[in-house]
């Protein structure tokens, strides 16, 4: 009782810290955590922030995220191997492991906090023009932030990925690694060859669901669609969404690949401390070290064989031109001695789609503030694990579909729909309209009149942007913030697939299923389209330019590419071209952004990377002595 009573006054203050007043039912939340909980919340299966690090390590990877995470574990393995993990964040805490709670960690401390550079294209209901970009500064990384939704991409990706001039990147040859991470925890899931049980990721459904969702999956069957599983042999189609959540608590990869492994002597994870650059000898031209500050205090850590950069699509190109390597001329233009000319912080590509499409519904099913915040419902949470706290951040179904655009001949859908039980009206503009950072003039006119109304909507996404953005320093200074242009919509079929995409999720919205519900369109203009006829294509581009809405997927920053490809920044097996001992292995590396959500993607790209180094410094048979012994655990 004594420990409980600690739990909860920490709890207490770091739920304060980070939420400021607006959920008051918060503390009760951690208080009842830790109350009935307090035998799982296991102290002892923490990370340990290791302190006094080694002058030296066989490798340190930068970035403890979706895919920095999975390679330190992978690493690891190999006993005479010592590794040393960096990362800028603390550790997860009682707020993060709720999935419900998933948008309340934006604009905390435990986010990087950017906003990409304003255009006349897009953002254009956001304050300043500017869309929010928000990444996990916490151990586990922007998976300890984001929606938990699993999806894996189309096969066509891979397999164009491979035609591009990378060997081994084929969808064949990931599959196996999706399945190495996978534990999947629904039956109906665990007897396809798509799936696998018994890996570190736990993957599931939420254990609970509004009768939307269900709806939202029959209405795609009205329209001719197969509720299917989207991961497995086809990618067209409806379905309840699976996510990456474990007895109802959200499973980062930190939770997965690390809390597992964190007594094995030979790995260091070292939290809080943000890396500055990478020490490269400009004679061998090879990575040696890492220099980093934690607690004000500026180090350097020797590397004995590698530096693995993993800080993500906006900060690995970031810590690249801040050690030299980079487009020579904006280096030089910021100051920076040039180590490596390579085009680092270019071919951006994100998933953007259209926010604010609201449905009205006259039947009390959604998810409504008021409601959602209820006592009972949290006791639910904290006593079993279970009701509506589980949802994956909302996000109840998803969706691929085929506009007029899409090659129909093929399974290549071009749009994605995430379906919620509420939009942004639901919360009466408490923190959706905050992390979106919609203007109060747009709140006011179109959402406020319905605040708390039972609503639902479907956010479509455009699945292979033409756009393509950059990453670049805004000075040299490593603690500034880089700058993003994220470019939306420079291509006009961007937009134009968009507009389709609108129109077909209101098609599903029509379908009879939803008549039980009253589903009706919400109708009032948002106030820069006024001029426009409402429900016309050039009215829902307006609206798409406006709301426009990234679902946080920014890829390609240090694109992968075979040696004649004068754009590629690593060759196939994730080497930075040019400079010895280092390599980027995160969302920075895909050559296109795959078609669907990116984190299985990049836990996969780090299963693969993981094995790539175990590959190029063990010979076969300590491999398979290595592959032998897992064996026999599992
Ligand atoms: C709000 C949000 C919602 C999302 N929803 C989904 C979803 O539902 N499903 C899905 O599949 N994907 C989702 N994503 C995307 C997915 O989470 C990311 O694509 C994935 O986590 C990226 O992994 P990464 O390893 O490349 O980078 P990250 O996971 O961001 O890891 C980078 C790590 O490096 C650390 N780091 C950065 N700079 C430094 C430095 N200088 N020194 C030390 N450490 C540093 C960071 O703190 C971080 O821990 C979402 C993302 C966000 C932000
Ligand atoms: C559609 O895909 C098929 C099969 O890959 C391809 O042969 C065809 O050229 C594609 N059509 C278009 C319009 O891209």
Not at 165 to 174: R, S
Not at 419 to 429: E, F, R
Not at 518 to 530: A, D, N, V
Not at 612 to 622: E, F, G, P
């Amino acid at each position: 009782m004594v420990f409980s009573a600690i739990v909860v006054t920490s709890a207490l203050k770091s739920a304060i810290g980070l939420m400021g007043t607006s959920l008051w039912l918060i503390p009760l939340l951690i208080a009842g955590l830790s109350y009935y909980r307090y035998d799982q919340l296991d102290p002892e299966s923490r990370l340990i922030d290791k302190h006094p690090l080694y002058s030296d390590y066989d490798f340190i990877i930068i970035g403890g995220g979706s895919a920095g995470a999975v390679i330190a574990s992978r690493l690891s393995e190999i006993p005479n191997w010592n590794v040393l993990l960096l990362e800028a964040g603390p550790d997860e805490n009682e707020i993060t492991d709720v999935p419900s709670l998933a948008a309340y960690l934006q604009l905390t401390t435990l986010d990087w906090k950017y906003k990409i550079e304003a255009t006349d294209k897009a953002c254009l209901a956001m304050k300043g023009g500017r869309c929010n970009w928000p990444r996990g500064k916490v151990i586990g990384g922007s998976s300890v932030f984001n929606y938990m939704l699993y999806v894996r991409g189309n096969k066509q990706d891979y397999d164009h990925w491979e035609s591009l001039g990378n060997p081994g990147w084929g969808y064949n040859q990931v599959l196996y690694y999706f399945k190495k991470s996978e534990d999947n925890r629904n039956p109906y899931l665990q007897r396809s060859p798509y799936h696998a049980t018994g890996g570190y990721l736990t993957v599931q459904e939420s254990p609970w669901k509004t009768p939307l969702v269900v709806a939202f999956v029959q209405a795609g069957i009205e329209l001719g669609y197969e509720n299917r599983d989207i991961n497995g042999e086809k990618q067209t189609g409806f379905m309840i969404s699976q996510g990456t959540i474990r007895r109802g608590s959200r499973c980062s990869t930190a939770k997965a690949f690390l809390r597992s492994i964190r007594l094995r002597k030979n790995i260091h994870t070292a939290m809080n401390s943000h890396v500055t650059r990478i020490v490269i000898d400009p004679l061998t031209m090879r990575a040696i070290g890492v220099e980093f500050v934690r607690n004000g205090r500026r180090q350097i850590v020797r590397a004995r064989k590698e530096v693995i950069l993993s800080a993500g699509a906006i900060n690995s190109p970031q810590i690249l031109m801040l050690s030299g390597i980079g487009p020579k001329e904006h280096l030089q233009h910021v100051g920076i001695p040039v180590i490596k000319d390579l085009q680092v912080g270019e071919n951006l590509q994100d998933h953007i789609g259209m926010g604010g499409l609201t449905f009205l519904i006259d039947k009390p099913v959604s998810i409504v503030q008021d409601r959602f915040q209820a006592a009972p419902i949290l006791m639910h949470y904290v006593i079993n694990g279970r009701g509506p706290m589980t949802t994956l951040g909302g996000v109840e179904g998803y969706a691929f579909v085929n506009t007029k655009y899409a090659n129909h001949s093929i399974d290549y859908p071009d749009v994605q729909f995430h379906m919620a039980p509420a939009s942004i009206n639901s919360d009466a503009g408490v923190q959706v309209r905050k992390v979106l950072g919609l203007t109060d003039e747009v709140y006011n006119a179109v959402y406020r009149p319905i605040n708390n109304r039972d609503t639902w909507t479907i956010m479509p996404l455009l699945l292979r942007p033409k756009s393509r953005g950059t990453i670049r320093l805004r000075s040299s200074n490593p603690f500034h913030h880089p700058i993003i242009n994220a470019n939306y919509f420079s291509d006009p079929m961007d937009i134009a697939i968009l507009v389709e995409g609108a129109k077909l999720a209101i098609k599903v919205s029509e379908a009879k299923v939803f008549k039980q519900f009253g589903s009706k369109l919400h109708r009032i203009k948002l106030p820069g389209c006024k001029h426009l006829k409402f429900g016309t294509d050039a009215y829902w581009e307006c609206h798409i330019r406006h709301i426009s809405m990234t679902i946080y997927h920014p890829v390609g920053t240090a694109k992968m590419g075979p040696p004649t490809d004068p754009t590629a920044v690593v060759d196939p097996r994730l080497r930075v071209y040019g400079v010895a001992g280092l390599r980027v292995i995160d969302a920075s590396i895909m050559p296109t952004i795959c078609s669907g959500n990116t984190n299985a993607p990049v836990i996969m790209i780090g299963e693969k990377g993981a094995d790539l180094i175990k590959q190029d410094w063990l010979s076969s048979s300590t491999i398979n002595h290595e592959i032998k012994r897992e064996l026999r655990k599992s």
